[in-house]
């Protein structure tokens, strides 16, 4: 099968991203041909300091290694060195609905949090995101709940070319993990975790030992005693049990069982530690990483070679079905 997913690098990569996505690239890359990508075209649309942008592209890219990506398999690259992906976002513009597009959640929530900054960009970011899956005809989009819906755009998408221009591409589907498709923000557990919200209300994969127990202590949890999974009664405390267990590997009973009796002082205490000794390798390896920099860019640099391949073949024939060649 054919993979693609990416990351907006837009700061710093939370657990979140990883239970919701990455977690997931690493396994999948050892059975299908993986394409992962740094989305800078996306990060774009919301307000960010250009001056930024290199240094959080290469942390992005070794994220990606540090969490396991293996470059020696999947392809990784970042999407503005690869031209083809705005071009057939252009051609996917004309044949996607205004309709479809004014329905996406995520638009109305960006708009919400920058009021100042609603552009077309942020508008027309699902075509933009249907052209990176479209381009490498891919089959499957390992993703975070959040972006089900812009998966589900895309199949539409691709629908509607087959129907006009003759069968080209792949329906995609969106995999999503059983559990962890949508961690909550530590300080409002209704609203998901997200890199762009207030440092406290996420934890980064590289925070220190330090940075880790003092969020975990400060979480939102929820009137009444008790380490009980409820989402709706108690959504603190069961986001922070989710947490456990994916990264503990035991159950949520299991959990319960063992904070039976005691309090949320005890159940944070403990889960510090699980976050701590979880994300140790991952901060090890980023520092490490970090130094290296001519490496990370070769990484790329080859990564876009490959990723060019593939898209300048896609493009041809689009552009072919589209009547566009001379
Ligand atoms: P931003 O704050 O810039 O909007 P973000 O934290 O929402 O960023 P993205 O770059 O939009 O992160 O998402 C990268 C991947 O992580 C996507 O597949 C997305 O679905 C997934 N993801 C993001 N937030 C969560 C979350 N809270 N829980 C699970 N998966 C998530
Ligand atoms: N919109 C996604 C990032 C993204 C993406 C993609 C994910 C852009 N293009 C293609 C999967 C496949 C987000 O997480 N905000």
């Excluded at 075509?127 to 895309?154: C, F, N, R």
């Excluded at 962890?180 to 998901?192: D, V, W």
């Excluded at 994300?279 to 090890?284: K, Y």
């Amino acid at each position: 099968m054919r993979i693609f997913s990416g990351i907006r690098p837009t700061g710093n990569i939370h657990i979140g991203n990883y239970l919701g996505a990455v977690k997931q690239w690493i396994e999948l890359q050892e059975k299908n041909e993986c394409v992962f990508c740094i989305v800078d075209m996306h990060a774009v649309t919301t307000p960010y300091d250009p001056k930024e942008m290199k240094k959080n592209i290469l942390e992005a890219a070794s994220i990606y290694l540090a969490a396991g990506v293996n470059p020696d398999k999947s392809i990784i690259f970042v999407q503005s060195d690869v031209r083809e992906h705005v071009e057939l976002a252009w051609l996917l513009g004309a044949i996607t609905p205004m309709g479809e597009l004014s329905r996406m959640t995520q638009f109305k929530e960006k708009s919400k949090q920058h009021k100042d900054y609603i552009n077309a960009g942020l508008f027309n970011y699902p075509v933009l995101m249907a052209a990176d899956i479209m381009l490498y005809k891919t089959q499957a989009v390992p993703v975070g709940k959040d972006q089900e819906q812009h998966v589900e755009l895309t199949r539409t998408i691709a629908r509607k070319f087959n129907q006009k221009f003759g069968q080209t591409f792949p329906e995609p589907e969106a995999i999503l993990p059983k559990a962890g498709a949508k961690i909550m923000s530590l300080q409002n557990p209704k609203k998901k975790m997200s890199k762009t919200d207030e440092s406290k209300s996420y934890i980064s994969l590289f925070d220190t030992e330090e940075e880790i127990e003092k969020k975990i202590m400060s979480a939102t949890t929820d009137s009444g005693k008790g380490v009980i999974y409820n989402v709706t009664k108690k959504p603190g405390i069961s986001n922070l049990l989710t947490i456990y267990s994916l990264l503990d590997g035991r159950t949520i009973q299991e959990i319960e069982k063992e904070f039976k009796g005691k309090g949320y002082g005890d159940f944070k205490k403990s889960l510090a530690k699980v976050l701590i000794n979880y994300l140790e390798p991952f901060r090890r390896k980023q520092k490490e990483l970090l130094t290296r920099e001519v490496y990370v860019q070769e990484i790329l640099n080859k990564g876009k070679s490959r990723a060019e391949v593939i898209a300048k073949t896609t493009m041809q024939e689009v552009k072919e079905k589209m009547g566009l060649t001379s």
